[in-house]
């Protein structure tokens, strides 16, 4: 009699759970329906490696348009359009004693010339544009209790001289302003401040 040997059940053939195909111990059969969770963790891995196959050359196209829009767009935005270009000098004039008088200083980048000079007749003191801007900004909102007035003295072309006179109670103040006109309009160029 002639003995079977016994097979090991790691080598046997063994039928799979998908159609047909035989399996050992090596190969995997799955179920052919997938439980929902890997069904959608497949489903964003299968987009995922769709958007990585698209082609390069679109998306840095894309990528770049939309940087050089965003930085065209961005420098047009920092440039502020001057509101003083185009008014006449009594408007500027206006536009300094509301600064010196109610701290109003909004448009004080747009007010003073590059050259601007203050100067104190009694005292002698000499500022700058920088240096009277400052003064200026710390005084932002403080309103002086004082009845202020402004007149134009000459304008002949592009020079204008005017006079305003700040009247407290004890004291008053004359500022004679020196306008210059350019291209970006009227600049107060030059302040001298009085007290008679």
């Known amino acids: 009699m002639t003995m079977l040997k016994k097979r090991s059940p790691i080598f046997s053939p063994q039928l799979p759970r998908n159609d047909g195909a035989w399996s050992n111990r090596y190969s995997v059969n799955l179920p052919t329906a997938l439980p929902l969770r890997y069904q959608i963790r497949n489903k964003k891995n299968n987009i995922h490696s769709t958007l990585k196959t698209t082609d390069m050359r679109t998306t840095l196209k894309t990528i770049a348009a939309a940087l050089i829009m965003v ?43 590059d050259d601007f000079q203050y100067s104190n007749v009694n005292n002698n003191d000499r500022v700058g544009k920088k240096e009277y801007i400052k003064f200026l900004k710390a005084n932002k909102g403080n309103k002086y209790d004082c009845k202020s007035s402004y007149e134009v003295l000459s304008q002949d072309g592009k020079v204008c ?15 004679y302003i020196t306008l210059n006109q350019g291209k970006d309009g009227w600049k107060v160029s030059k302040v001298e401040t009085t007290y008679p």
Not at 75 to 99: C, H, T
Not at 166 to 175: C, E, G, K, P, S
């Open 71 to 113: 930085t065209s767009l961005s420098s047009f935005a920092s440039e502020k359009a001057n509101p003083l270009k185009d008014v006449k000098s009594d408007m500027v004039i206006g536009s300094y004693v509301d600064a010196v008088t109610v701290g109003s200083i909004d448009l004080n980048k747009f007010l003073f010339a």
């Open 161 to 175: 001289v005017a006079k305003a006179t700040m009247a407290f109670d004890n004291f008053t103040r004359v500022d």
